[in-house]
């Protein structure tokens, strides 16, 4: 019996150390400062460095504050367009790559629509700042030689947020292409030819068998977008600085100018937290809409 | 020829169309890098440079520690990957090919941690690292980017399609973990570990907001953030910041045109969860 139990304890030891190095960096890095930063929230900085105890006050400076709530409207307006865009395009290009996947050219095309993914956010902003140049910008220039009125897109409230949802449909559409089209080969192809010989067209191939059997990548994908476009901040910070006036300024902008410009530390981790509850809210309630147990 | 093949050929070339013209964007940034001030500001603008200049190059690599951006970002990038990797593994193992008591709520732990991006953590690292005293310095960047559950997760997907016949014929001749993990599971897994490093290797190659907070010294900047100083100093001479985007995407169109199969596949390993 004591021999079982030695042999018990050696066991879970060994799986513990096996464990330990992932979870020590996990828990001080990772799930750690979820909790200080909440700690952080309770409190507040003055400009000579002193520190009071506040409660939920920064909260509630949040709640009142017209800045906040315009950050969380340009983040929301932003993730509504970049997102279905992201996602949409992905979808198409991948149909159309898996659709001439047996010619040689498809590895080009979908290398040369993949590429954009493996830039920094730093390039991708300084490039499309550039095209969009109210000036010399060769896009507006394009657009108004094809007799388009081309608005000066980044210095217009409108058009700016579709304008950054535009360029990180850019760097990010070609990552979820290669995701869906390993997703499509995943279907098999006795489904295809089973509808081809029934006679159904591409279109309907496409319809009727595919985009339902896609179904759960593209709600997967939707997921993992949303989390990203709510914490969008490098191509924004480059493009416009949150302008014009603060057309652009999302929450991890606000976030960030609250911390380390106005050095007001616990606000700026009140907003942490906000944006922390945001994204879990958001993701329960599709893991919950998704059935996404299943996945697992 | 039939209706289909000439409808075919018909999206064929719209799509060759579309992909030359989603990397017009990159063909620009190249050529404005290396036209002459006068001609990046031309009307109408011209496509290619009449007398194609390496000034801007220069500037950016002469008057800026553009290269020591580039070894930053070169150990940062390769440091983290290594780290997350060599964390991952055994992990990965004891919840892929070891049975015990409260593993699959702790992976469900781990896993729902995913949906903390490093974005909503800023502040209270900023706290941590100033208290370590690592602010601006290399393990203040890459001690958060170790513990990313998808390192587990990739790999526990991998490992668990492992045949078990493997490990029992090496745990009849003697092996314990360690070295069922060691001679049997990792020789078996390269692909799986590939796709990790590919994906661990671009997240920290292109992270920005943290790093872009925690490193505070022009030395210790990283290729984004060096990008990002650039722009501060220029704003709108378009010459030299073109010139010095060129240069930080060049590695990666670099090692894309090399690799580009191993990264799309690696890349396409990490969507199946």
């Keep these: 019996m004591p021999m079982v139990r030695r042999l018990r304890l050696a066991y879970a030891v060994e799986i513990a150390l096996f464990l330990l190095p992932f979870a020590a960096f996990w828990i001080l890095f990772r799930l750690g400062p979820v909790l200080y930063g909440f700690y952080i929230s309770l409190f507040q900085w003055d400009l000579l460095g002193d520190v009071a105890f506040v409660g939920f006050g920064n909260y509630a400076t949040l709640a009142r504050d017209p800045r906040f709530w315009n950050a969380l409207r340009t983040t929301l307006a932003f993730a509504a367009m970049a997102i279905p865009l992201i996602v949409g395009i992905g979808l198409a290009l991948a149909l159309f790559i898996f659709g001439v996947r047996r010619r040689p050219i498809g590895r080009w095309l979908e290398a040369g629509f993949f590429f954009p993914y493996l830039l920094t956010v730093s390039v991708v902003g300084l490039i499309w700042r550039w095209m969009m140049d109210p000036d010399f910008g060769i896009l507006l220039i394009a657009l108004r030689s094809a007799g388009l009125d081309a608005p000066s897109f980044l210095n217009e409230p409108r058009w700016v947020i579709p304008a950054l949802a535009l360029t990180t449909a850019w760097w990010l559409a070609g990552y979820r292409m290669v995701l869906f089209r390993a997703a499509l080969e995943d279907i098999p192809d006795e489904l295809y030819e089973a509808a081809r010989l029934d006679g159904a067209s591409g279109a309907r191939i496409v319809v009727s068998i595919v985009l339902p059997l896609l179904r759960p990548a593209v709600l997967f994908a939707l997921v993992l977008s949303t989390i990203s476009g709510f914490i969008v901040f490098g191509q924004v910070l480059i493009m416009t600085a949150g302008g014009p006036g603060r057309a652009s300024e999302v929450l991890a902008l606000y976030l960030y100018r609250y911390g380390f410009e106005f050095l007001q530390m616990g606000l700026a981790a009140a907003v942490g937290v906000v944006l922390f509850a945001i994204i879990l809210s958001l993701t329960l309630l599709s893991f919950r809409w998704l059935g996404y147990e299943s996945h697992l | ?273």
């Design chain 2, 1 to 273: 020829m039939n209706g289909r093949s000439l409808w075919e050929r018909a999206l064929l070339v719209a799509m060759v169309v579309l992909a030359l013209l989603w990397v017009a964007p990159l063909f620009w940034m190249f050529t404005t890098g290396v036209k002459p001030t006068p001609e990046i500001f031309a009307t109408p603008p011209r496509l290619l440079p009449g007398a194609p200049t390496l000034n801007h190059v220069h500037v950016v690599l002469t008057r800026w520690p553009f290269l020591r951006w580039l070894f930053n970002s070169v150990v940062v990038a390769t440091a983290t990957t290594t780290l997350s990797v060599a964390v991952s593994i055994p992990a990965a193992y004891v919840f892929a090919r070891l049975r015990w008591r409260g593993r699959d709520v702790l992976f469900l732990v781990f896993l729902s941690s995913m949906l903390i991006p490093l974005e909503v953590n800023v502040i209270p690292l900023y706290f941590l690292m100033n208290r370590l005293q690592l602010l601006n310095t290399y393990p203040a960047v890459v001690l958060p980017m170790i513990g990313m559950p998808i390192g587990i997760f990739l790999l526990r997907q991998f490992f668990v399609n492992i045949p078990s016949e493997l490990d029992d014929a090496a745990r009849v001749d003697g092996c314990g973990n360690l070295r069922i993990l060691w001679h049997v599971i990792l020789p078996l897994s390269r692909p799986a570990i590939a796709a990790l490093v590919i994906y661990m290797f671009t997240f920290a190659w292109n992270e920005f907001f943290w790093s872009m907070i925690a490193l505070s010294s022009p030395g210790m900047f990283t290729l984004p953030i060096g990008l990002r100083a650039l722009q501060g100093a220029y704003d709108i001479d378009y010459g030299i910041l073109m010139a010095g985007a060129s240069l930080a995407a060049l590695p990666a169109l670099v090692l894309f045109l090399f690799l580009q199969q191993s990264i799309i596949r690696g890349i396409t390993m990490t969507a199946h969860r």
